[in-house]
């Protein structure tokens, strides 16, 4: 997490002193303990602030047993040491800067077996019966999060309740700003009414500094979502939350305090708050509500283009690329041992040490006459996985050249041979080989790192998630003008970025593994795969990506996406689809990234390709496999 982000999650010392009778210092609950209560504060460059938090919580301590852990989002002050200093603290390094989504994801694994979980900015500071106050609130059944009134340094009350965006509160917020006071709720999503803040009751959602989270929520609602990085995650776990039939609370009587806004805002993390804004609607909103909270947050970034972070939300709001510069999570280094003795002197680990008591789980590549690419998928990862225990199934079916010869080259590398021709035959028939879980299923032309294999499986392992994949890019070298302009519009769609469609590449849980039984005989497997998670079930982790080979020329690109097709139709004749819904969001989708003469050309190439690949699929006998072979010459 960005240090200048603390304008909303904390991030400027706090000056106000506590006023506390002394008392013995209390110890928190070993890790390996029983405990009411687990604390998870999320780090970056907070050098300056976390002492000051643990000592507020010591102060709870003496009444409730509470587990800490903190995650360090790489930082690169002396965070690190100041943890450490704590040895009853659990410091879990984060294998570079996750987020806050990421950050909390990655703590969550280490408080399991608590009744709720305290989720805290590092610049806070704990008041006096705080913890009591928010736990009590928790008796009523229903009650799934509780808020704390946050104060700023100074003593005064934050506005930190919120209502559910909606495109006239986005509207009222862009115009109005911060001026006519307390205006009708429609007309504002920050809840400003001083009263509002004197008395115990449910409410939206509230800023994401402090929260405490019945357990329940935690394994019903899932993850949080990382591709907010930072802003709007808070609002879409609450809004899952509700909609998992839990309330979310605000309770005045627990206090907690930061100086909001003190270190101000970058112009990237401006940038990226309007675009969360937008995101979150296109996730939770129809699409005429989604494109209307694009129009009015690109309106107010206009009006105050003067500002250098309106500035660079505009031009990430209008032009997707752009957006690719903003905040996110980035994968620094290989992952350091979770529990961290409390010493200034730790060595760097060995990665693949590390990675062999981490990782567990299962690569199955089902592969037909993929001679000229299985040494390429292989060459990365067979010896890792080899050495770190994770199992390598290649599954030839129906192959006529030397696959087979190839892939029992690589140490390791189990490989089965099937009679039959098809690619549904050779999953099941991986499955049935395998024996670990999780399981990742690779295309025999896909080219991807340990890094993304080890980030998927460990996904895949903590049971947050019960789909994955890490994300892609497609290599158009040497492709067709058309085929590079194809691209180039699909590069900007965005759901081309979260499905797990579209990659080579999916992994799932033991329990998503349960929910999928077998693979049926279809074409598209990885649609099929795709449409038995809801959004919260499934991620894009954090790791580098897999290289897709994109076909050479434009007859290829026809064939492959005619093979896409007929693989979609089967699955909405399953579900009993029309699709039309799906083409209407593409098609908004290909007009949002016409912002250039450029853009608009590459759009009716990719609209042109489309069509005539739809219209192809139809009257034709089609091959049990039709694939691009401009690649595998």
């Not at 106050?133 to 104060?151: N, S, T």
């Not at 809840?191 to 019903?220: E, F, K, N, Q």
């Not at 970058?266 to 979150?280: E, G, K």
């Not at 690109?557 to 969001?585: D, F, K, M």
Request: charged residues 25%; glycine residues 8%.
């Amino acid at each position: 997490m960005d240090a200048r982000a603390r304008a909303d999650h904390g991030g400027s010392v706090v000056t106000a002193q506590l006023e506390r009778p002394p008392a013995p210092a209390a110890r928190f609950a070993p890790h390996d303990a029983d405990a009411a209560l687990g604390v998870l504060v999320v780090t970056h460059d907070n050098e300056s602030h976390v002492d000051r938090l643990v000592e507020s919580l010591r102060g709870e301590a003496g009444d409730v047993a509470m587990r800490v852990v903190v995650v360090d989002n790489d930082s690169s002050d002396g965070t690190l040491a100041r943890t450490r200093a704590h040895p009853d603290v659990l410091t879990v390094p984060a294998p570079g800067n996750l987020g806050y989504a990421g950050g909390i994801n990655l703590g969550l694994q280490h408080l399991d077996g608590v009744d709720a979980v305290l989720v805290l900015n590092a610049d806070l500071v704990v008041e006096p019966g705080a913890v009591r106050a928010l736990l009590r609130r928790l008796d009523r059944p229903q009650a799934g999060i509780v808020l704390p009134l946050l104060l700023d340094g100074d003593g005064t009350t934050s506005h930190s309740l919120r209502r559910e965006p909606s495109v006239t509160r986005a509207l009222g917020d862009a115009v109005l700003g911060r001026h006519l006071g307390d205006r009708p709720a429609w007309l504002s999503e920050t809840v400003r009414d001083p009263a509002c803040y004197t008395w115990p009751h449910p409410v939206d959602w509230g800023t994401g500094a402090a929260m405490l989270i019945r357990s329940d929520v935690v394994a019903s609602v899932g993850s949080w979502d990382e591709r907010f990085f930072l802003y709007s995650e808070e609002t879409d776990y609450c809004r899952r939350a509700r909609s998992a039939g839990w309330e979310v609370w605000f309770e005045p009587a627990a206090r907690v305090r930061h100086e909001a806004g003190g270190s101000g805002r970058s112009p990237s993390l401006t940038a990226l708050l309007q675009v969360n804004r937008v995101r979150y609607a296109r996730k939770h909103c129809s699409w005429s509500a989604a494109a209307a909270t694009l129009a009015v947050t690109a309106a107010a970034s206009l009006a105050r283009v003067r500002d250098p972070g309106h500035r660079s939300a505009l031009e990430a709001l209008l032009v997707p690329p752009r957006r690719e510069s903003l905040p996110r999570a980035r994968r620094a280094r290989p992952p350091l041992p979770l529990a961290v003795p409390a010493s200034d002197d730790v060595p760097a680990p060995d990665a693949t040490a590390h990675a062999s008591t981490a990782v567990r789980g299962a690569v199955i590549i089902p592969a037909h006459d993929e001679a000229a690419v299985i040494a390429h998928a292989l060459a990365p990862i067979a010896g890792w996985a080899k050495a770190v225990g994770v199992e390598v199934v290649v599954v030839c079916n129906g192959c006529t050249d030397a696959t087979a010869d190839i892939a029992r080259g690589f140490p390791g590398v189990r490989v089965l041979e099937l009679a039959e021709s098809s690619k549904p035959a050779a999953l099941n028939a991986g499955d049935e080989a395998a024996r670990a879980h999780p399981r990742m299923y690779v295309d025999a032309d896909v080219r991807l790192e340990p890094a993304a294999v080890e980030a998927t499986l460990r996904a895949l392992s903590v049971g947050l998630w019960l789909a994955a994949r890490p994300p892609a890019e497609t290599d158009v070298t040497g492709a067709s003008a058309a085929v590079r302009a194809y691209h180039r519009t699909r590069r900007g769609l965005a759901s081309t970025g979260r499905a797990l469609w579209g990659a080579g590449v999916y992994g799932l849980s033991e329990e998503g593994h349960a929910r999928l039984g077998s693979f049926p005989t279809l074409l598209a497997d990885d649609l099929w795969v795709d449409e038995l998670f809801g959004p919260e079930e499934k991620v894009v982790v954090a790791a580098p990506p897999v290289r897709v080979a994109a076909p050479r020329t434009t007859r290829s690109l026809l064939a492959v996406l005619g093979r896409t097709y007929r693989g979609n139709a089967e699955i909405r004749a399953l579900i009993g689809s029309t699709g039309r819904s799906s083409t209407r969001r593409t098609l908004i989708e290909v007009a949002g990234t016409m912002r250039s003469p450029g853009a608009v050309v590459d759009a009716v190439v990719y609209a042109a390709l489309v069509t005539l690949a739809r219209a192809r699929r139809h009257g034709r006998s089609p091959r049990p496999w039709e694939r691009d072979e401009s690649t595998r010459a």
